[in-house]
């Protein structure tokens, strides 16, 4: 590790390790992913960076999820959501809500699910950031679609895609697994010529729109 041992700022060596860490997570190492964020942790808690200490929690839940722990990742998940709390960022909010609503979802829990990704939605479009509003549609899609709710679903999709697109940030191996099986299942019930579709509908449609549609059809 030459090149984070010579970065100064305790900061600075911490947004190291999780650049490992994340690195490491889309190879599918997630052992590797998994030491670099605990490392990660540790300087955290020593420098007293409280503000990253949630996103490397949800980070960890996000490895025992593909090391196949899923009651060890519901643990660490509502860590990060409980710290997330005091740290007032609207972005670090959102991953972990992400992450713990993910965890919510692959336990079919898809009530707890959709209210999590939801207000990882809303945290998001405090950011601005197209990658973490992208990653809330996409589990509202996936809440959508545990409904039998297929055409929203996949208007869901089309915009998750169309924002991840505008960032040029794929889909990490944890969310390809999940969400494969699950766009297949769309398209098979509406068929590929209403899949594509609602999909194009999803990416022309604005953001605000897309929003509303998520606030009764999906949490009802």
Do not use: C
């Not at 984070?4 to 992913?33: F, K």
């Not at 990490?172 to 594509?196: H, N, Q, S, W």
Request: glycine letters at 8%; proline letters at 5%; aromatic letters at 4%.
């Amino acid at each position: 590790m030459p090149v984070l041992q010579e970065l100064g700022e305790p900061q600075d060596q911490i947004l190291g390790h999780l650049t490992v860490a994340y690195g490491a997570t889309g190879l599918s190492r997630p052992r590797r992913a998994q030491s670099a964020r605990e490392t990660g942790l540790k300087m955290a808690e020593s420098a007293g960076r409280d503000w990253i200490i949630p996103h490397i929690f949800a980070g960890l839940a996000r490895v025992e999820v593909s090391l196949g722990n899923l009651e060890k990742a519901v643990q660490v998940a509502e860590t990060a959501r409980a710290r997330q709390t005091a740290t007032g960022d609207p972005s670090v909010a959102s991953f972990a809500l992400v992450t713990s609503a993910t965890i919510r979802l692959l336990r079919h829990e898809t009530d707890l699910a959709a209210d999590q990704f939801a207000e990882g939605l809303r945290f998001a479009n405090l950011t601005e950031n197209p990658n973490l509003t992208a990653s809330s549609m996409e589990g509202l899609f996936a809440v959508a679609v545990q409904r039998g709710q297929f055409d929203l679903a996949a208007r869901l999709w089309g915009t998750a895609q169309r924002l991840r697109e505008t960032v040029s940030v794929p889909l990490m191996p944890m969310e390809e697994t999940i969400y494969t099986p699950l766009v297949a299942k769309a398209r098979a019930t509406l068929g590929d010529t209403g899949f594509t579709a609602a999909v194009e509908e999803g990416r022309a449609m604005p953001l605000t729109r897309v929003v509303e549609l998520t606030r009764s059809p999906v949490q009802a």
